[in-house]
């Protein structure tokens, strides 16, 4: 099982961006996914998370402002961020719950 993440970079308070990830190797639309996040000196948190019926669930740090979709045809778990805020600044993973596989991990910064 692989995951691959993308679409980190660099945003301005205020601003949006969309991560994705890619799972190859297992009955994707089988799977609850999520998306976590880490930043400098505090623990990996879970941020939102999307089971196979499309059940969502978040952080109360990101209600309201974070969508996460899936896509069962691609493959692939969607983490849409609007209203982004300084304190949104980390690496955030996707993860096939349940499982030990992780995605390698993408750097959002949030500049305010």
């Known amino acids: 099982v692989q995951l691959q993440a993308s679409g980190g970079g660099l945003a301005q308070a205020g601003g949006s961006l969309r991560l994705s990830c890619k799972v190859s190797?297992?009955?994707?639309?089988?799977?609850?996914m999520g998306w976590y996040r880490q930043s400098p000196g505090n623990e990996r948190e879970l941020v939102a998370s999307?089971?196979?019926?499309?059940?969502?669930a978040y952080a109360d740090s990101v209600k309201g402002r974070f969508t996460i979709y899936r896509d069962n045809v691609r493959r692939t778990v969607y983490l849409q961020m609007n209203s982004l805020k300084p304190e949104d600044t980390a690496v955030y993973y996707c993860k096939q719950m349940g499982t030990r596989y992780w995605g390698q991990g993408t750097l959002v910064t949030v500049s305010s």
């Open positions: 999307i089971t196979s019926n499309h059940t969502t």
């Open positions: 190797g297992s009955i994707f639309r089988l799977n609850t």
